[in-house]
């Protein structure tokens, strides 16, 4: 892939990315945005709990949680956000480094949280679900809706080359 573009994130959050998430005393969760001003939100959820079952020792000691990196994490989200831009934001509002890509097909994210796509081998990577259902697009093409769930799982099967 020449000419693709690598995107790494070890800033710290802006004030303005904090605000957009509540702040809650364990990392992995978060409360309920406040829905009385009509504002749009969607569920995030990222998980390597299959990293568990053939992670070595060293590695699983890496990993928070039973495998959960952050659960039910509210996002307010704007018309024409992506799954891409969501991740961004609540990656730099939780203080995770994420690494992504961009190529022909949209952006590949590569690492979140420190657990790149090589940990376990060439099969190993991110994948995305929207409401359950596997997406076939990159998640820079993917257009958020009101009330969606996105969950994003570490999977030790995984080929990038599926995505349309």
């Known amino acids: 892939m020449s000419g693709d573009k690598k995107v790494t994130n070890t800033l710290e959050p802006s004030k303005s990315v904090k605000n957009e998430l509540e702040k809650v005393e364990d990392p992995t969760k978060a409360e309920e945005v406040d829905k009385t001003e009509n504002k749009m939100t969607v569920t995030v959820n ?13 590695l699983r000691n890496k990993i928070p949680n ?71 697009v990159s998640a820079s093409k993917f257009r958020v809706k009101d009330g969606q769930t996105i969950d994003w799982e570490y999977d030790d099967n995984w080929d990038a080359g599926v995505l349309e």
């Open 46 to 58: 990222i998980s390597c709990h299959e990293l568990l079952s053939f992670a070595t020792e060293n």
């Open 66 to 136: 039973e495998g959960y990196l952050l659960t039910s994490c509210q996002v307010q989200i704007d018309d024409d956000d992506t799954v891409y831009d969501v991740l961004r934001r609540v990656c730099e509002a939780k203080g995770m480094n994420y690494s992504a890509s961009k190529g022909s097909f949209g952006v590949y994210v590569s690492s979140i949280d420190n657990l790149s796509d090589s940990v376990v081998g060439k099969t190993a990577g991110w994948c995305y679900f929207v409401n359950g259902n596997f997406a076939k």
